[in-house]
């Protein structure tokens, strides 16, 4: 599990939201809830651990994108979110400016 982790961290990124819209296209991509830690849901998605996953779905922690905000991304193609490809999906949490 730690290997999966490291290798995980090792593809953390930062992306404008121009990069993702041929992903949201696809339907691949997974907005992260701002409470939840990234590489935690990479993680628990890789390892098929379906108990969390399906309790953050249950609790709407991890969705996909809607139109309302595909819609404002499009208004700010320069919006920037911290992402985690995890085959076959891009899970995405919005940079939230101060």
Known sequence: MSDLRAELTEILDEAEWEWLIPHVQR??????????????????IASDNIPSVEQWIDQQLITKPTTVQVGEWNGNRSKRFNTLIVQPYVLVKEIVSA
């Open 27 to 44: 339907d691949a991509v997974i907005l992260v809830a701002p409470d939840l830690n990234l590489l935690d849901v990479g993680v628990a």
